[in-house]
């Protein structure tokens, strides 16, 4: 199965979070398809925290790809940014 998930990067104690989307099977590091944004909870200022591919997203999510919970958040969490 298809999944759009959150692959961590950055420093110790710095998290950075890419999201993916991977074959369900693979690490959460590992191996993905293709990277459709990220998301940065430390970002501080006017960093940009989180961005979102919306067009691929679509893409992946109408040839059955699934959401991860905290995928799913961040993306509503954009939609609403995005509406403002």
């Known amino acids: 199965m298809v999944v759009i998930r959150l692959a961590r990067g950055g420093a110790k104690k710095r998290p950075f979070y890419n999201m993916v989307?991977?074959?369900?099977?693979?690490?959460?590091?590992?191996?993905?398809?293709?990277?459709?944004?990220?998301y940065n909870p430390v970002?501080?200022?006017?960093?940009?925290?989180l961005r979102v591919?919306?067009?691929?997203?679509?893409?992946?999510?109408s040839n059955g790809a699934q959401l991860s919970p905290t995928v799913a958040r961040l993306v509503k969490q954009?939609?609403?940014?995005?509406?403002a």
Do not use: K
């Open 78 to 83: 954009h939609a609403a940014q995005q509406a």
């Open 21 to 38: 989307v991977t074959d369900s099977r693979n690490r959460r590091d590992g191996r993905f398809v293709e990277r459709i944004g990220f």
């Open 43 to 49: 970002a501080s200022g006017n960093a940009e925290a």
């Open 53 to 61: 591919s919306v067009d691929r997203l679509a893409y992946w999510q």
